[in-house]
């Protein structure tokens, strides 16, 4: 009975160590990168991240189908609408927003694929312990790949790879994550845009964060 008893604690210890599917911070700012596998994008962007209250704001730059781009976006899911801004000529393009919030998560059903050191583990600070963990997703009309990257301490965000069959793999890496908002006020549409009116969106802009989030 009591080898019973010892094996189940120990089946119970050996589960709580197994790493689980888990949410990342509900507010961060940070760096990320985007690049995709046909070389159709390639970019890098300052964002802020509000779970909360579902609002994300990107600052972007980069290349789209061989032409630079600049683009600053914020996103506020709860009320469904999305500010295209512009600082130097300070304007504001207010437009629909019909995508659903998605949390920085790693699914419930995701299979854990490894654990491994990123840097080394000689010496205490010289390496970070993460967790990889691979899956499928379903967008509409189409199934998605993902294999996802997280630190196994506070599940922050460390490269994500996406595959559909329209685009290939599209890979993105986080980095100077910063647990918190840095600067509040990148979420709050700035006073130019209080009278901007709501346009109807014309096709899907490609070249933005917010189709990949």
């Known amino acids: 009975m009591r080898a019973l008893v010892l094996l189940a604690c120990l089946s119970v210890v050996c589960l709580a160590q197994r790493p689980q599917p888990c949410s990342s911070p509900w507010l961060m700012t940070g760096s990320l990168s985007v690049s995709t ?7 890098f962007a300052k964002y802020t991240y509000d779970a909360l209250g579902q609002r994300i704001r ?60 990123l840097g080394s583990s000689s010496g205490p600070g010289q390496g970070v312990l993460v967790n990889t963990w691979t899956g499928q997703l379903q967008m509409r ?11 196994e301490f506070g599940c922050v965000p460390v490269t994500t790879l996406f595959h559909t069959a329209k685009n290939g793999w599209m890979v993105t890496s986080f980095f100077n994550n910063v647990i918190g908002l840095a600067d509040p006020q990148q979420l709050i549409p700035p006073s130019f845009c209080k009278d901007a009116k709501l346009e109807k969106e014309e096709g899907e802009d490609a070249a933005t964060f917010y189709s990949l989030f």
Do not use: W
């Open 141 to 151: 009309n189409r199934t998605a790949q993902y294999m996802s990257t997280v630190t």
């Open 58 to 117: 990107l600052r972007e730059f980069g290349s789209y189908d061989n032409r630079t781009f600049h683009l600053d976006v914020l996103l506020l899911y709860k009320q469904g609408v999305m500010y295209k801004i512009s600082y130097r000529n300070h304007t504001c393009c207010k437009k629909s927003l019909n995508r659903e919030f998605h949390p920085l998560a790693i699914p419930k059903n995701a299979s854990l694929l490894g654990q491994a050191v």
């Open 37 to 43: 596998q046909n070389e159709k994008l390639a970019a």
